[in-house]
């Protein structure tokens, strides 16, 4: 494999010297033929089918051309993936080259930065779909220079989603600030009608998410991107599992942009499968990819991103991505129009829902610096998320699944809920397991944490145990023990 090598660029990182102006590089996708990932998501939505989306993302380069190609010929999906190294994401653009000249099969994603943009085009025209960097990086400015310079339309990130569910010790301020430029350039590449794709990662930490938490981080994300300029905007959601509540999820997306965005922004509603524990028997696993996409076409989104039947043991190989992106897309069928879901109690969790999202979000929004009142409210614990690795959220809410599967607040912390939304919380999660032994006890503690970690991780493992898996787990266990037992 012939070794790369750059001289420093732009902020001393390795492949953005000379990179080309913003025109040139958007003459360049024009020429490309292919349409820009906002167009294939309009045209979905215009048509009443959700498109498709794999994971995918390989270090080497010829690697990642070939996997591209084969998930195109053999699953055809509406978008493809660039998903973008460890090294990558958090600038350490030195390591990723020493690992990509090293051992390129080492790297967990393909490192654009240091294959640089003419890789990145070349890429680029290696298939007709078209491009999304997915990555994780709380600032992520070299990263969409490279991006946009290879020809590549759609970027996800958000100044909170992708600094508080990753990083430890990034400041709010500074992610923010780094996604405001990001989102700035978006904002002039529009006015050289180039519409850019920008995707938040409304997943968050991806288990046990609040509806309206996902959704309240997100409509503040899309609040400061539109004022940046960026004109299309996608709202992913995280499949909490429960078909009522994530039908109504979705459809509370177009509502909250007709409250919160100007009407000139797009804005398309996305499903991630469920990022949970996946069942680990193939059969249990593709009924849950199926059920996702189900619940993808009954909430109107207009893109679903995949999961496979390998979840549960990894990073899955080729043929099961193709696998996962062709049964995704049998629930476009015709023949499926009879699939409803309950109209009415959608239409009760989706109120519920705006509510809620309402009085997360129009405290910050009232304020005369949103990007400030992101942060001190972060800090304050009015905004906040669950299970974050951030010492900048207080993670202080504590959700948990009611009787029926849906995602509730156990304790709601500090976030700026009024008491008839307490009380609705309160009342729905009543016999729903263990839950006030996880938040009451007199004497020690042990038995108090014991018990919310009991109940946090039967929520879980919600589909494993769902399909019976756990309880085959516990006696495989149970049996060994006494077989040890009675070999001792």
């Known amino acids: 494999m012939t070794k790369i090598s750059y001289l420093p660029g732009r902020s001393g990182s390795p492949g953005t010297d000379a990179l080309p102006p913003l025109a040139e590089s958007v003459d360049y996708i024009a020429s490309l033929g292919k349409p820009t990932a906002a167009r294939v998501l309009t045209d979905a939505r215009d048509a009443g089918r ?6 995918c993302g390989v270090g080497g380069h010829e690697e990642m051309k070939a996997l591209l190609r084969e998930l195109e010929e053999q699953a055809a999906p509406d978008i493809l993936t660039l998903t973008i190294d460890s090294h990558t994401r958090l600038k350490r653009f030195e390591q990723a080259l020493r690992s990509l000249n090293r051992a390129p099969a080492d790297l967990n994603g393909y490192p654009l930065v240091s294959h640089g943009y003419l890789r990145g085009r070349e890429v ?38 992708y600094n508080l569910p990753y990083s430890k010790a990034v400041p709010l301020a500074e992610s923010l600030a780094a996604w405001n430029a990001v989102d700035t350039v978006c904002g002039e590449l529009a006015g050289l009608g180039l519409i850019v794709d920008r995707e938040l990662f409304g997943t968050l930490t991806a288990v046990l998410v609040p509806p309206s938490i996902s959704l309240a981080i997100s409509v503040l994300e899309a609040v400061l991107a539109a004022r940046a300029g960026v004109r299309c905007i996608s709202v992913s959601y995280p499949q909490s599992g429960h078909l009522v509540q994530d ?36 059969g249990n696993a ?46 476009n069928s015709p023949l499926l129009g009879f699939v409803k879901a309950d ?21 910050v929004l009232a304020a005369p610096d949103t990007m400030t009142a992101v942060v001190d409210a972060f800090a304050a614990g009015r905004l906040d998320i669950p299970f974050s690795a951030s010492r ?26 009024g ?41 879980i493992n919600y589909f494993p145990t769902l399909f019976g898996e756990m309880q085959k787990e516990t006696q495989r266990a149970t049996q060994k023990e006494t077989q040890n037992e009675d070999a001792e």
């Open 392 to 417: 900048y959220a207080k993670s202080e809410i504590i959700p948990k699944r009611d009787a029926e599967g849906a995602i509730r607040y156990l304790s709601t912390g500090s976030l700026p809920f």
């Open 247 to 282: 039908v109504a999820a979705l459809r509370a997306i177009p509502v909250l942009a007709r409250t919160y965005l100007p009407p000139e922004v797009d804005v398309h509603a996305v499903l991630h499968e469920f990022m949970g524990v996946f069942p680990k028997k193939r």
């Open 286 to 331: 593709e009924d849950l990819i199926f059920y996702g996409a189900l619940v993808a076409r009954l909430g109107g989104a207009s893109k679903l991103i995949t999961k496979t039947y390998q979840e549960a043991f990894g990073i899955p190989d080729t043929r099961a991505n193709v696998e996962g992106l062709r049964l995704a897309d049998r629930a």
């Open 50 to 55: 959700v498109a498709i989306q794999p994971r």
């Open 343 to 363: 109209e009415e109690r959608v239409a009760d969790e989706l109120s519920w829902i705006v509510d809620e999202v309402a009085d997360i979000v129009e405290p």
């Open 124 to 161: 680029n025209e290696s298939v007709t779909a078209p491009l999304e960097i997915r990555h994780g990086s709380p600032d992520a400015r070299i990263l969409f220079d490279v991006a946009v310079a290879s020809g590549i339309t759609s970027f996800e990130g958000g100044g909170i989603s």
């Open 419 to 459: 008491d008839r939304t307490r009380r609705r919380n309160s009342e729905l999660l009543e016999g729903a397991g263990p839950k006030d032994s996880g938040l009451k006890g007199s004497g020690g503690t042990g038995p108090v944490i014991g018990s919310l970690l009991t109940g946090l991780t039967d929520d």
